[in-house]
């Protein structure tokens, strides 16, 4: 149980274009859904907190005009990250939990590369 | 403020335990966990401990918790070359939506 799935794994776009990523709770219903940024051979940085239906709760120093998060279902969040550029090139991983206080399983992660 | 640190790299011998270090700045946290990203992955829960719990064993993995030292560790009995990733710890906070603030990483290389 507890599975959480990414799509797509992998994107290499343009610069100035938008990419979406979805993270989708498999086998169990995702009340908080959580969006965080790996750079290579460091930590996992929080980027938002978003719940089902309610607008998302963003980090401090995250754009949310540039990372829009829609968490429409309780089996689905997208990460849309707009005009990217460059500097937006990292690893995208997204974790679930069903309920405030329930442990966070995460996705694969996407790999985003933008040229 | 919040803190997690943690070493950042660890070899040890197929077969040999691996003890993996952790300290942690806040102490308010409510879980204390231990997750294990292989290259390329997203991220595995090992295991977690709560934070008024000195101790828990699950199989290979040992954890401790020395709330007196803000200190958190693993231990991997019988390291398999398997076992070689990277391990993050990790705390979390009630009050809000479980945020998690993770430490660096240490990257467990296992030789023959």
């Known amino acids: 149980g507890a599975v959480v799935s990414q799509h797509p794994s992998w994107v290499i776009c343009k610069s100035g274009t938008s990419v979406k990523i979805e993270c989708r709770s498999l086998?169990?219903?995702?009340?908080?859904m959580f969006w965080y940024r790996q750079f290579p051979k460091q930590s996992l940085m929080l980027m938002a907190t978003?719940?089902?239906?309610?607008?998302?709760?963003?980090e401090q120093g995250v754009e949310k005009d540039k990372f829009l998060i829609n968490h429409a279902s309780l089996t689905l969040s997208t990460l849309t990250v707009t005009s990217a550029h460059p500097e937006d090139s990292s690893f995208y991983i997204c974790?679930?939990?069903?309920?405030?206080?329930?442990?966070?399983?995460f996705g694969p992660g996407t790999r985003l590369t933008v040229l | 403020g919040e803190d997690v640190e943690q070493s950042l790299f660890l070899s040890v011998r197929e077969g040999d335990s691996s003890v993996i270090n952790c300290t942690y700045t806040?102490?308010?946290?409510?879980?204390l966990y231990w997750y294990k990203q292989e290259p390329g992955a997203g991220l595995q829960l090992l295991t977690y401990?709560?934070?008024?719990?000195d101790m828990k064993q699950d199989q290979r993995l040992t954890v401790l918790l020395n709330k007196k030292d803000k200190h958190l560790s693993l231990r991997i009995a019988d390291t398999q070359t398997g076992d070689s990733a990277i391990y993050f710890c990790?705390?979390?906070?009630?009050?809000?939506?479980?945020?998690?603030?993770f430490g660096a990483g240490t990257r467990l290389a296992v030789h023959p």
């Open positions: 974790s679930a939990s069903s309920g405030a206080s329930d442990t966070q399983y």
């Open positions: 086998d169990f219903q995702a009340t908080t």
């Open positions: 978003s719940n089902e239906g309610s607008k998302a709760t963003y």
């Open positions: 806040d102490s308010s946290s409510t879980y």
């Open positions: 401990i709560f934070s008024n719990m």
């Open positions: 990790a705390e979390s906070f009630t009050g809000g939506y479980n945020k998690l603030i």
